[in-house]
């Protein structure tokens, strides 16, 4: 790719590390860096950079025009939900997530909690406060769901609202009681498949993985595996996951969903695939991302707001 379309990477406020290495770009627009309030560091390495932005302080690496330091930008207040985005309850019983603020408000905030149909999930309490000494201290919500429910695998809405701020959702799925563990574990990709059972203690069977087991791991290594295609819903249910490790593989393409539900992600490595594009919403609700290795990608284009 020669270029960075406008708007790339709207929405990733908390991203601190950008490497997009070994690349063919030529040119940044003057703007690209607005929005990435905490970005302090991009490696542009091997690039043939002719002309850099100027809206954001940069301090160029002694002897390369190629690799910047970033100051950081200003802080501002959003809704992060620090554990669940999806949530699998029981009917006749209840579950658990947590919501903090991603930076320090202007001032004393409050979160709404709305269930969409309060006749198949209700939620407790309804308004969250937060102020400045605890707006970093995750806030517990119960979601609650009656007993006599017509049918389950019905799916409610959760929606938590603040002023000044994109809304965020938590996707409830109601599962008879008796529902113990989570489904298609083992339609994964066999390599994903392995991977979940090798860190799951006391587990061989890819059928008893539970969707606890899933919640607890936090780090996947599928670097070096030879994975040349992933599919939709390989990484469901990995509320926790923060690393993500893809690199070294013979990945040319990305199901569009295939990041969707890892609130927790911090760090992504996809470097060193044969990618020669990317879905547009391939990175959409990763708020929480901190580092994104792109190099070595043969990358050709990005669509417009791909990090939207």
Known sequence: M????EGIFDGLSNLQYLYLDRNQLEKLSADIFTGLANLWFIDFRDNPI???PSDREITVASGSSAVWMLSPGEMYSEILLSEHRLL???KGGSAQFKVRLLNHPPGDAEVRVQSDDDSKATVSPEILHFGSRDWDTGKTVTVSVPQDVDNAHESVTVTLSMDGTDPR????TVVDAE???????CDRTQQVQDEIVRQTPGISDCADITLAHLEAITSL???DKGISALQSGDFAGFASLRELDLSDNRLETLPEDIFHGLVDLQWLYLYDNHLASSPVDIFDGLANLEELYLDRRHLETLPPNVFH
């Open 2 to 5: 020669t270029s960075l379309p």
């Open 50 to 52: 002719s002309v850099l």
């Open 88 to 90: 699998q309850v029981a």
């Open 169 to 172: 959702e938590v996707r409830i």
């Open 179 to 185: 529902v113990a563990s989570i489904t298609g574990v």
């Open 221 to 223: 290594d599928l670097s």
